[in-house]
């Protein structure tokens, strides 16, 4: 069902849901100075981010002397993206340590937290993996309906308490309910807003720390989720969560929704972690693993649209 796609596949669902591609470079122009300077709008435009905007630049001017005419710059500036990209396109490898190996889901309001729980816990279904689910976003009762929702339809078990519980209990419950269940994974979706930032960071450390002395290694993987289309703001997101829970992994959401996929090149130049999975729409299969190959093909040539 849900299988792991080859990178032609990828590519392709890649191409027809991202909206349109970032980057143009109209056939037939002169590589010249002009047309370096259009690329550099685009790319910052596209939430490349002024630094890497600036490394992609210079690496294409330093090859300028043997780009013929666009159809070269377009493939020399898909090669030194994706040359950017590799670095962090590590895919999510659930260990064979003790179990359950958890994977706790953070980040702000509403960039896609709760479906990309849904989502990983299918695909690990699909790989024959026991999952369990916690709903540790207390702070909403309609969040931890949701949740239940996705568990009901996808045959997973949710671990869930009521509104206004701790959320380090849930998180600690469900890890005892995994374990004793013999669960492979155990992925904890947590509240994006609280009433302020700093008791948001307090309650995913006190989850972290209520987790750790269950299993030391726990939680695994602690994954921040981004929205593709929130721009710069989310290499802050990445430094505040990260500062938190030290981030190992990233799950950029709502491609499908943006045509600035850029900010993923923005936050592996700058912080160099892990982009795990990117979500390209609402249902449980579109979630696919990062290829920066695939990426970076999408972002410069996948225009379809004009
Ligand atoms: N188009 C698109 N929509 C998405 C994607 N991922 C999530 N969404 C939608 O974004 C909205 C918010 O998703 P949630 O999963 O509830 O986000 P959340 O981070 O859990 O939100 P809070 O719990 O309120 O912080 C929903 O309408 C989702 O269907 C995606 O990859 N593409
Ligand atoms: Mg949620």
């Known amino acids: 069902m849900n299988q792991v796609a080859t990178p ?19 056939p037939g122009t002169a590589v010249d100075d ?18 890497a905007t600036r490394q992609l630049l210079a690496r294409l001017r330093a090859r300028a002397g043997h780009l013929r005419d666009t159809g070269a710059l377009r493939a020399a500036l898909s090669d030194e993206i994706a040359a950017l990209l590799a670095p962090v396109a590590r895919p999510l490898v659930v260990g064979t340590g003790a179990k359950p190996f958890v994977i706790l889901a ?18 690990f279904q699909a790989a024959s ?30 671990i869930a308490q009521a509104p206004g519980a701790d959320p380090a209990a849930v998180a600690h419950d469900a890890w005892h309910a995994a374990h004793a269940r013999g669960s492979d994974v155990l992925i904890v979706d947590t509240a994006g807003r609280l009433h302020t930032q700093g008791n948001l960071m307090e309650e ?6 209520v987790l750790a002395k269950l299993d030391a290694a726990a939680p695994q993987e602690r994954l921040l989720v981004l929205d593709a289309g929130t721009g710069q703001n989310a290499l802050r997101q990445i430094e505040q969560f990260h500062a ?19 900010i993923l090149i923005a936050a592996a130049q700058r912080f160099g972690i892990p982009i795990r999975y990117i979500g390209i729409g609402e249902q449980a299969d579109d979630l696919e693993e990062f290829s920066s190959h695939a990426f970076a093909e999408a972002l410069v040539d996948g225009d379809m649209a004009s």
């Open 8 to 26: 032609s596949e990828f590519l392709g669902k890649l191409r027809t849901r991202l909206r349109r591609a970032a980057l143009h470079l109209a």
């Open 34 to 51: 002009a047309l370096f300077e259009d690329l550099e709008g685009q790319l910052l435009q596209a939430d490349v981010g002024i630094e």
């Open 106 to 123: 953070a980040g702000v309001n509403g960039v896609g937290k709760t479906t990309t729980v849904a989502k990983l816990a299918r695909r």
């Open 129 to 158: 993996q026991q999952v369990m689910l916690a709903a540790a976003d207390t702070f909403r009762a309609a969040a931890i309906e949701q949740l239940q929702a996705w568990g009901a339809r996808q045959n997973v078990p949710v």
């Open 204 to 209: 995913l450390r006190k989850i972290r720390r």
């Open 244 to 262: 938190a829970v030290e981030v190992s992994g990233l799950v950029v959401a709502k491609l499908d929704g943006t045509a600035k996929g850029g």
